[in-house]
Structure formats: structure tokens, C-alpha cells
């Protein structure tokens, strides 16, 4: 019936990304998991959490995790900044918040993102990535959102 | 009537009781019996007979007893549904619809006739043919115009007719104590002046004035009438005293407006001749005269005052609900905006500060005030004291005790005590379940109790209280306590467990069998409780909660049965404390004392850091290196928070006392599931996150 090569493009036409910087490399999550996106606050540290959760904050009353990405994908730390954001997700009735270096802007992607193993050849790393999107040359990675927030399996 | 506060909830929750049987029914007759169907209209109806039960109307809970026989045959599949008991079933429900509905407009429960109901289930329940048409629950219509016939048939106006009092058995029972106490009944009529204005707050002195004397047990019309003022002039009460006549005379001649206060003694012997003979002329419409209810039958009360209005049920106003339900949810929604106005508040606050807006300021303050109220009241809606629901069960224990000739005195502990409104809707029938089995099988009979050496009457407790991170709710009583090996025989009879299985378990888990559906080791079957439901709904309920339900018993000692409720929704005063920049909230309820200390003063013993207070030797823990706090300063001061956790205590060294505060406890969310050492965060004043220490975790 319909071609494959028209389906996939049919689910990528109208795919939106919420983009955001790390250091220099820019990532992605779709606009359908964003809730909003706020200016650093006061974050409460939670002793004995695990290393990448940065801690919590107040939203509106209720307590938000927030998830440091820079350590989480093993990158490098740096200073915040005045660009410095928190973007809340929400993903599978979890919310939490990731912590970026700056949010650039919401973009259109049109094709389907290579699938992240045959780009990246890191093993470590590839868990949280699910693929990576090319727009004109401008590459964003893309989130293994269910990954990332890590949501406590058995035992832990 | 005493019970009047608890009536929007009865009605409300007998309303909500009657539709799941409907929906249950109608299932059942669509669909055929389902297990799971019949044990769910089963419960309804076990909870809708203990209400009623407890609220005192009996008739009520006769039909929904008989009822519930019926469903425990088909559940046993020991009688096969078919048409005429499900229409049976059905009627039943109408006639039910319609006591509670003549209840809640103030009416008797009794206008409406039941017994050829009662007949007929009973009859189905004993496998007998069902009798040829029975008449369906017909109302005995017209039960004002009875009512209004009454007068003319009533005995003697002047003079006090006991029937005034409408003196049922239990109210013999405490006039015949009451005499062997050496006190007696005196009948009080009092009839105001015509020309009173304020009658409820005349009738409101006299009460008064009598309670200093003794006890009014009894009021016709109900107190609650009398409050509002639905009656003539005159209204007749019990009173139980040590005093004499004079006494009571001299008491309410100091109060104006009274026009004629008429004594009589009210001897028990001589009035159980008197008092059937004398009711059923008062009210042709109450069959059941004698037991009439303290609720007043409208029908019966033109007797006491043959002068009165002739229809005075006509000028009842419907019962009108005083509360509005609503959708926790939009509490939920309520408080979290509630939540985003402050913190938007404090910013302007800031914004005003740092410009000097001395106009903004000043505008704020008045925003800051109306907040700080609205806050309180959206905290506020959704917390109720456990009270609202305790207050239901010392007038349940009295009767349950009386029809079980028992003697047995309940007390209660930590009512005030504040827990999530949805906790409390859900929390009173598990309790209720508890209390009766103490009653029923935990209690003694006196006599046995004697023979035990213990004190003849029974020790009934229901303590509730924070504890840790949870509010606790036990039920306790000094009664036989539970025998692991009969409930193990029980458990293998019933099939709930192997023989081989029951071996196994030591004699505390044997106990927390009876939490198994369709476990009952209760010998017959009473009207109190046990019939194998009761436990397992406990336990479904309380688990629905996310609460936890155990028991401890010793033999002849007693039961303690212990419902554990998480706190998360809780609002709790909390002492904030400081570690270097980082702030923590520890529960009031975990703390013993606060000290101030000098680095020097904490000792070693073994390693391990102490301190010594009034001669006792506490361990501590030192926050800031527990939770490796980034150290910014040095402090030469400390504090000491001496906290407890059961009988263990422990020093937790802080840097700074802040204050202490009410704290809302918000759970820290799936991401910290593994974090035993927090039992939540809250949100501080100012916008920040604060976490709560759980102190029981904290001193493992």
C-alpha cells in the first residue's frame, strides 16, 4: 500500500524538538514531552541521591527532581550562566527537571534521525541517546528520555 | 439529638451505600452471580447495617441484617438467585431509600413498613418457599394526618403523661441504674411564656441550669429541635439527679420566661406497666411504640401537647446539608496555585524592596496579609481532625456494650490529631470494624473476666498520633487476645492454608491470617460483627491507603490492632534547623528537647561521639558530615536536637535553630524511592525546598 519511505517521513514532518545547549554540542527532546521551561532557582541538594540528580525544586508547590545532564551523559561541568535553564519533562507520569546550559529554539525536524548506535561508536554513552537528528548540517542529539531520568528498577 | 452533627454523613454515605447496591444489583441480575459482585453489594450492605446501627436507627439496620443473610447464601452458593429475590433485593433498596430520605427530613425512620419485607427475606434466607405476594413496602402514608387524629385520642392533657417522654427500653435501663445508684428520673415539663421571644435560648438556660444537677437523658422534642426552635411551647425532659424536685424547681425559678415548670419522679418499675399501655394510643402510627425512637416520631409528639399546632410535621423544614462536597482534585489544583501566588507575591516583595517602592510595599502588605488567611484556609479545607470520625464511636461502644452485657469503657487519645480529608472519608469503617470486634470478640463477659482475675469491666482504647513519618491509629483492648493455634485449626478447616503451610508460620503470622478474605472464627454469628468480612475490608481499605494494618496479641493480655497511614499528605509542625547553608525540617513529634553546646562538650565512647544530658548518655549524629554538607564556615556554637524514635534516643547536631513552623509534607516522587532518609520535602515561605528528616530511619 504505502511506500515506507512515505511513512517515515510522514511521522518526522511533523516532529518538534525543543533544542538546548550542553557545552557546545546540541541536544534534543520532542516538544510533546516539554511542560515548560524556567529560569534557574534555588536548588535543594538531596544527600544521598544518586550523583546526576542535581536535587530539588519548588514548582508551584509541588517538589520537582532536577536531573544535571552534563553528568548524566558524562560530560564535562561548567559554571551556570545567565542562559543556564531548567526544562521540565514529562515522560510516562514522571516529571522531572534536566538542567542545560542554554535553550536555543524549538526547530522543525523533517527527517528521521539516524539511529544513534551506527553514529556514535561509544557504548557507555549510547544508552541515553536515540538518535540524531540532521537539520542542514546541524546535528542534535536526541534523548533517551526513559533512560535518562533512570527510573529506579527493583531492588534499587 | 446527639447524633446530629454525623447525620450529613450518614446521609450522604448511606446515599452513596444504597447506589452501589443498585448498580450491584442490577449487574447481578444482567449477568448472573458474580463472586465478586455479590461480596461487593455484600459489604455495601454489612457498612450500611453498621451506620445505621451506630446512628441508632434500627429498623434500618434490621432490613439491611436480613438483606445481608440473603447475599451470604448466594455468596456461599448455597441459594440460587433468581427473580423473586432479586426483586425482593430491590425493594428492599426502595424502602430503604425511603427511611433514610424520612430521616434526613426529620421524620421517624419507622413511617415506613418493613416488616413484610423482613418477613419475606427471612423466609427466602430459610430456603422456605417464597409466601404469595407479599406486600411490598407500602409507606404508611398519611402518618401526619395520624399524627394530627392523635390528640384527640391522647390520655389526659394536664397531667404528665409518661408517654410524653416516649420512654423506650433503653431509657428504662438507665433510670432502673440510675436507681440503683441512688439517683432518680425526674420528668420536667417546662412551658414557656407566651410572649418569649428567644425560645431556643430559654430552652438552651434550663438545660443548662439541669446539667448542673444531673443528666438529661432525654429531651422531647430532641435537643436538636429544641435548638432550632421547632417546638410550641412546652418541652418535656429526663433528668437523672441525686437532687429532689425542690432542687430542680428552685434551679430553673431563676430563669425568666418560664411559665410553668412541672415536676414529676419518674419511677422505672412502676412505668414499665405505664409505658406500652400508654404509647401505642399516643402513636397509631408506630407499630413499635415502646422502642420508639429518640428521634421523636412527629406522630407522637401532639400527644405530649394536645394544644399544639395540629400538624407540626408540616413545618419541618427538609434537612439541608450544611457542606458542599468537592473534588479533591480542585483542592489539589487549589493548593498549588495557592502555592505559585505566594511565591509570586514574595518576588514583588523583593522587587519593592530593591527599587524602594514604598507604595508597592505598602500595597503588599496588605496582599501578604489576605494571602497569608488564604493560605491557611486552603491547608486548612483539606485537613480534619481525627475527631470527626472518633466522635462517631463512644455512643456505638455504649450500645454495642448494653447488647452485648458487657461492661466496657472506652477511651479515646490524640482526636485532634489532623489527617487528609480523603484519609478521613475512608478511615471510619475499617475503625469501625476494629472497635466491634474488640467489643464482640476481644472483651470478655464480666463474669469470665473475673474468673481471669482481671477488673470486670473492659478496657477499649483508640489512640491516634504522629509517629515518624506516619500517623497511627490503634485500637487496643485488654481482652482474650487471639489464640495463633485456633486460628491456624480455623485457617486449615476453611482452606485458606495448608496444614503443612500453618506449621510453618510462627504464631504472629498465624494471627495476621485473620486479615485473609472470608475469615471468621467467631463461633455464631452476632449482629455485631463477624462474619469473615470484616477483616479483609479492613485490610483492603487501609491498603487502598497506602496505610498498613498489623495486630499484636497476647492471650488473655489483650490486642492491639495498628493502622499505619503515611503522612504524605499531612500538614505537621516541624522545627527547621540550618546545616551550614542547607536547611532540613525535623517533625515536632520526633523531638524531645533542643540544647545549646559547646564543641568541647561532645565526649567519645568507643569511637562514638556523645554527649551527656541530665545524667544520660545520647549518641549523636553530626548532620553536616551525615550528609556531607558542603562546608562554607565554622561555627564555634552547636545545637543539639534530641530526638526519639520508640525508646531509642539520639543528639542530631545542627548548626542553627530556625524556627518552627507548619510544614505540608510533599512526597520527594518515584526518582528517590530507594531514599529511606527523607520522608518527604516541603516547600518554605520563601519559594525554597526543604527536606524532612525521617528520624526513625536516621537512628538505624
Known amino acids: ?156 | 439529638m446527639e447524633n446530629s452533627q454525623y447525620m450529613d454523613m450518614f446521609l450522604d454515605e448511606s446515599h452513596e451505600h444504597l447506589q452501589s447496591l443498585n448498580d450491584g444489583l442490577l449487574s447481578l441480575e444482567e449477568n448472573g452471580e458474580a463472586v465478586a459482585v455479590v461480596n461487593e453489594i455484600f459489604r455495601n450492605a454489612h457498612t450500611l447495617k453498621g451506620m445505621s446501627a451506630t446512628m441508632g436507627f434500627n429498623k434500618i439496620a434490621e432490613l439491611t441484617h436480613e438483606m445481608e443473610d440473603v447475599l451470604d447464601l448466594i455468596r456461599k452458593e448455597q441459594l440460587q438467585i433468581n427473580e423473586d429475590i432479586i426483586d425482593t433485593l430491590f425493594k428492599c433498596l426502595d424502602s430503604l431509600e425511603q427511611m433514610i430520605d424520612n430521616v434526613g427530613n426529620g421524620d421517624p425512620e419507622d413511617l415506613v413498613d418493613v416488616s413484610d419485607l423482613v418477613k419475606k427475606l427471612s423466609s427466602i434466607s430459610k430456603g422456605e418457599p417464597a409466601p404469595a405476594a407479599a406486600a411490598p413496602a407500602a409507606p404508611a402514608a398519611g402518618a401526619p394526618a395520624d399524627g394530627a387524629a392523635a390528640p384527640a385520642a391522647a390520655p389526659a392533657a394536664g397531667a404528665l403523661s409518661p408517654a410524653a417522654l416516649q420512654l423506650s427500653d433503653i431509657d428504662m435501663d438507665v433510670l432502673k441504674q440510675a436507681k440503683e445508684g441512688g439517683l432518680q428520673g425526674i420528668h420536667i415539663r417546662v412551658t414557656l411564656s407566651e410572649t418569649c421571644v428567644l425560645k431556643s435560648a430559654r430552652s438552651y438556660m434550663v438545660m443548662n441550669a439541669l446539667d448542673e444537677l444531673g443528666d438529661v437523658v432525654k429531651s422531647v422534642p430532641p435537643a436538636e429541635d429544641l435548638e432550632q426552635e421547632k417546638f410550641d411551647r412546652s418541652f418535656d425532659l429526663l433528668l437523672v439527679t441525686g437532687s429532689e424536685i425542690k432542687a430542680v424547681e428552685d434551679a430553673l425559678g431563676s430563669i425568666s420566661e418560664l411559665e410553668k415548670v412541672e415536676c414529676e419522679i419518674v419511677d422505672p418499675d412502676a412505668k414499665i406497666e405505664a409505658a406500652p399501655a400508654a404509647a401505642p394510643a399516643a402513636a397509631p402510627a408506630a407499630p413499635a411504640a415502646p422502642a420508639a425512637k429518640p428521634a421523636a416520631p412527629a406522630a407522637a409528639k401532639p400527644a405530649a401537647k394536645p394544644a399544639a399546632k395540629a400538624a407540626p410535621a408540616q413545618h419541618k423544614k427538609p434537612h439541608q446539608s450544611q457542606s458542599v462536597r468537592v473534588d479533591i482534585d480542585k483542592l489539589d489544583t487549589l493548593m498549588n496555585l495557592m502555592g505559585e501566588l505566594v511565591i509570586n507575591k514574595v518576588r514583588l516583595e523583593q522587587i519593592g524592596q530593591t527599587h524602594r517602592l514604598a507604595e508597592l510595599t505598602e500595597t503588599l502588605e496588605q496582599m501578604d496579609r489576605v494571602t497569608t488567611d488564604l493560605q491557611n484556609i486552603v491547608m486548612k479545607v483539606r485537613m480534619v481532625p481525627v475527631s470527626a470520625v472518633f466522635n462517631r464511636f463512644p455512643r456505638m461502644v455504649r450500645d454495642v456494650s448494653k447488647e452485648l452485657d458487657k461492661e466496657i469503657n472506652l477511651t479515646i487519645e490524640g482526636e485532634e490529631t489532623e489527617l487528609d480529608r480523603t484519609v478521613i472519608d475512608e478511615i471510619g469503617d475499617p475503625i469501625m470494624h476494629l472497635l466491634r470486634n474488640s467489643l464482640d470478640h476481644g472483651i470478655e463477659h464480666p463474669d469470665d473476666r473475673e474468673a481471669k482475675g482481671k477488673p470486670r469491666t473492659g478496657e477499649v482504647g483508640l489512640i491516634a498520633r504522629h509517629e515518624g513519618n506516619n500517623v497511627v491509629i490503634m485500637v487496643t483492648d485488654d481482652g482474650a487476645g487471639i489464640d495463633p493455634d485456633k486460628i491456624r485449626q480455623v485457617a486449615i478447616k476453611k482452606g485458606v492454608i495448608t496444614e503443612e503451610e500453618a506449621m510453618k508460620l510462627d504464631d504472629a503470622d498465624a494471627v495476621r491470617l485473620i486479615f485473609l478474605p472470608g475469615f471468621s472464627t467467631a463461633e455464631k454469628i452476632s449482629d455485631i460483627s463477624g462474619r469473615g468480612v470484616g477483616m479483609d475490608v479492613v485490610r483492603s481499605k487501609i491498603e487502598a491507603l497506602s496505610g498498613h494494618v498489623d495486630v499484636e496479641t497476647h492471650i488473655n493480655e489483650g490486642s492491639v490492632f495498628k493502622i499505619k497511614l503515611p503522612l504524605t499528605l499531612a500538614i505537621i509542625q516541624a522545627m527547621l534547623v540550618k546545616v551550614q547553608e542547607e536547611m532540613y525540617a525535623i517533625p515536632l513529634g520526633s523531638i524531645d528537647s533542643t540544647i545549646n553546646i559547646q564543641p568541647t562538650d561532645i565526649k567519645t565512647v568507643q569511637n562514638k561521639e556523645v554527649i551527656v544530658l541530665r545524667g544520660e548518655i545520647i549518641p549523636i549524629i553530626r548532620l553536616e558530615s551525615a550528609f556531607q554538607v558542603p562546608h562554607v564556615k565554622d561555627t564555634n556554637e552547636l545545637f543539639v536536637v534530641v530526638v526519639h524514635a520508640g525508646e531509642t534516643k539520639a543528639g542530631i547536631v545542627v548548626d542553627n535553630l530556625i524556627g518552627q513552623q507548619e510544614i505540608v509534607i510533599k512526597t520527594l516522587g518515584k526518582l528517590f524511592t530507594g531514599l529511606k532518609m527523607f520522608s518527604g520535602a516541603t516547600v518554605l515561605g520563601d519559594g525554597r525546598v526543604a527536606l524532612i528528616l525521617d528520624v526513625a530511619t536516621m537512628m538505624q
Open chain 1, 1 to 156: 500500500m504505502a511506500k515506507k519511505k512515505d511513512e517515515n517521513k510522514q511521522e518526522f514532518e511533523s516532529m518538534q524538538v525543543v533544542a538546548f545547549k550542553l557545552r557546545d554540542e546540541e541536544y534534543g527532546v520532542s516538544i510533546l514531552n516539554v511542560q515548560e521551561i524556567r529560569n534557574l532557582t534555588d536548588i535543594t541538594r538531596v544527600p544521598f541521591a544518586q550523583d546526576y540528580i542535581k536535587g530539588v525544586i519548588n514548582l508551584r508547590g509541588s517538589v520537582l527532581p532536577v536531573i544535571d545532564l552534563k553528568q548524566r551523559l558524562g560530560l564535562e561541568d561548567s559554571p551556570y550562566t545567565e542562559n543556564t535553564r531548567i526544562v521540565t519533562i514529562t515522560e510516562d507520569d514522571v516529571h522531572v527537571g534536566i538542567l542545560v546550559d542554554a535553550v536555543t529554539e524549538v526547530l522543525n525536524l523533517t527527517s528521521k534521525p539516524v539511529d544513534a548506535k551506527k553514529a556514535i561508536n561509544n557504548k557507555e554513552g549510547m544508552r541515553f541517546l536515540s538518535g540524531i537528528g540532521n537539520i542542514d548540517g546541524r546535528l542534535i542529539v536526541m534523548l533517551n528520555l526513559p533512560e535518562i531520568i533512570g527510573l529506579p528498577q527493583e531492588g534499587k
